[in-house]
């Protein structure tokens, strides 16, 4: 079932023993459109603190519930390490992260990473084939296997004008500089919907739900 991301940031989690804050922010991978993270501001609990859950660890997320449970503990979420919310992730951080809860690296290599902040790419530009055509506005990530398989486009004026999907087999490339998503689609076939705009998700090897 595919999710609307933007509806789930502020959605409670809860621990196995305790709530321990809400959802902010969500990191996925460009290169395949995998969630990686989740961002959580643990609010009162622990001021001031931001850490990252990762898809393995959390329960099916069910639309009717505010509170998502997560397989952790708080005292595991608590000694975890917490992230800058001014500096991007690091590869260093990444390893440091999984070794601590245990979890074996989703990447092949040394690399640098290719994590993307959701919140972040919301409002960037849609570049076709031929023009601008609109912004996104939202992600559709499939429940099952945390992956984005849809880009939700506002096209037209920015307040008056229509929402489509598009697929995210259909980007070319991601322009940080420029905010701009590039995608191989025509301004008419991503305004009408006549183009290929079907919902095709990735499969991501690495992921295994716990």
């Given at each position: 079932m595919l999710r609307s991301i933007k509806q789930l940031y502020g959605d409670r989690l809860g621990?196995?023993?305790?709530?321990?804050?809400?959802?902010?922010?969500?990191?996925?991978?460009?290169?395949n459109w995998a969630i990686r993270?989740?961002?959580?501001?643990?609010g009162s609990w622990l001021p001031g603190?931001?850490?990252?859950?990762v898809p393995h660890a959390m329960g099916r997320l069910d639309q009717a519930e505010k509170i998502q449970r997560v397989n952790l503990t708080r005292i595991q979420i608590e000694k975890s390490p917490s992230i800058k919310s001014h500096k991007p992730v690091s590869r260093e951080f990444e390893a440091e992260y999984c070794q601590y809860f245990g979890w074996p690296y989703y990447w092949q290599d040394d690399a640098d990473n290719h994590l993307r902040r959701t919140q972040a790419v919301v409002g960037y530009h849609l570049q076709a084939t031929d023009g601008i055509?609109?912004?996104?506005c939202?992600?559709?990530?499939?429940?099952?296997?945390w992956t984005i398989g849809q880009l939700a486009?506002?096209?037209?004026?920015?307040?008056?004008?229509?929402?489509?999907?598009v697929s995210t087999t259909k980007v070319d490339r991601?322009?940080?500089?420029?905010?701009?998503?590039f995608v191989k689609l025509t301004m008419e076939a991503i305004d009408n919907g006549t183009g290929d705009l079907a919902p095709v998700l990735a499969t991501d090897p690495?992921?295994?739900?716990?």
């Open positions: 621990a196995s023993d305790g709530e321990i804050g809400h959802i902010t922010d969500f990191y996925f991978d460009e290169q993270y989740l961002v959580v501001d643990t603190r931001r850490v990252l859950i055509v609109g912004y996104v939202d992600f559709m990530m499939d429940a099952e296997n486009v506002k096209t037209g004026h920015r307040f008056s004008g229509k929402e489509v999907l991601i322009s940080y500089a420029d905010s701009t998503v690495s992921f295994t739900k716990a």
